[in-house]
């Protein structure tokens, strides 16, 4: 390693290291936040489970599991964003940008409204569409919904070019199309029907089990470390495609596989956990402010933003929610868009010098 | 060295025929100038040369060795990219030139490749700069990062796309010699467009005047005739001898 490296490094262990200090401190306070009021006694007592039943219950079956998923789906959104973005050479690029989160929602729908959560349930009652004949089915649904429209869209820029902005306009297209169908799915559903359909569409981390977290983890640190090997191809990328093309980088391949994983992180994330909005671009633009776009460091540290975000978003909205969690999904996009709105004007890529 | 052999490309099949029939010859240490006016298929052929864009006729050689069928990264050891419109992300300049590495690396730089980038940095007098982050420096500064990150690719030909493009007259003459020694030094051949024809007639050894795809003249500077040029670019111009060196006035109405 040369002396050059070796200083810049050090800024960034920094950063990262802090962020990582961050990230673990709001992750226990996490454990002790929440609506039943549990001192933090009986917490620590409970974590060693050695509380009362329910308290054990409440640490280990909600809060850990929910913790987990923060922090999991947190750093897949923000890294998918982080990638989407330099894939796409576009600022406005996010983890949805191929019409995930929309084909989601619409499978999601699909089963709540038509199957009422569950394929054997037909019952209208709301115990129905909170808990379903299989938890799962929702989910699943959800997911297999996001796979279609990924597959769709990267199918019809396969005829095409790879260029970026085929991509977007495919993406925006396909999104309308799951869009309308739900609109139109809505509109037949019953007013029970539509109240759950909306209600998972609110981001919701208390969906999370141990179950779901081990998915959404496998899936989300292969595509880390998918990302990771390829973070200098990234780095050529920034300096166009030709350029990187002439830099030896297989430019449409790379695309290929990044948007695929990508979408597939959100996919995960979102069929489990609902909508969670602005997470995937907040973190990276955060990141690249902090530390600029060199990805072996911006992969980490996105990845950390966006953890931190998430937790920080949940811990609010159960703070807040006097009694029960607000809909975190509506926390992050409401720190979201002001911070979405200050980095369209602040850009200093839109001014003309 | 580099030999292209009635090369041809269209976009589409059946589309019009945008390089048609280009035969072109470059030996190690020459520098080539591609004169041409816009969408006369000068950029189109660098894309083709670098691999960028595959051919759909002809042969493109090096040394003998058929370079169409090589993969992209063996291609991005034999020629490098210096584009009009340079941009690094923000990444350092000693970063920056390292990317020039990938080729060779794929996924983690070794030793060896930070031991290339130090010696290039020295070479080039960057090593002040190194940990500068390329977007801070100016734009000739740049345009030297950008010769050194294609230097890091250790290629045979370096292909120049317009590079006093963006530059005022002082960086001009520095960046076309930094890069006519590297030439001469190290035996690599360039392959430059340049607009400005008193640069080109300085600069170069062999010039390519290319016009709907064809390379229409191909010579030493005994080329620049005001014939030539009016054929070319459709441009009225005087060549006046100063000393021993013929000077392009243009705008000349006959």
Redesign the interface.
Known sequence: MDGYARKNLRRKRAVMLSLGLLTALLCVASLFIGSSHMSVADGVAALLKRSTAANNRIIWNIRVPRILAAMIAGAGLSVSGLIMQTVMNNAMASPSTLGVSNAAVFGANVSIIAFAGGFLSTGNNLKNYAVGANPYATGVMAFAFSMLSILLILGLCRVRAFSPNVVVLAGIAVGAVWTAATTLLQFYATDVGISAAVIWNFGDLGRATYRTDWIMLAVVTFGIAVFSLLAWRYNALLSGEAAAAAMGVNVELLRFVSLLLASMITAVCVSFLGVIGFVGIICPHVTKRLLGQDHRVALPVSALCGSLLLLAADDLSRSLGNGSALPVGAITSLLGAPFFVAVIFSGRENRPC | MLSVENLSFRYRRRGPMVLDGIDLELNGGEIGILLGRNGSGKTTLF?NI???CTPSGGAIRFGGEDFIRLP??E???R???V?Q????????V???VL??R??Y?????SRAD?AV??RILAEMRLEAC??R?VEELSGGERQKVAIA?AMA?EPRLM?FDEPTGNLDIANEQQVLEEARKLARSKGIAILSALHDLNQAMAFGDRFFFIKAGKIRYAGGRDCFTPEVIKDIFDADIKIVEIGNQSIILGGISQ
Do not use: C, M, T, W
């Open positions: 894309r670098l691999g960028i992209r990264r291609k991005a050891r020629v490098a990219y584009p419109d340079i941009r690094f992300g923000a990444l350092s000693y970063d920056s990317l020039g990938v080729a690396f794929g996924y983690r730089a930070h980038v130090e190194a940990r982050n990150r690719q292909i």
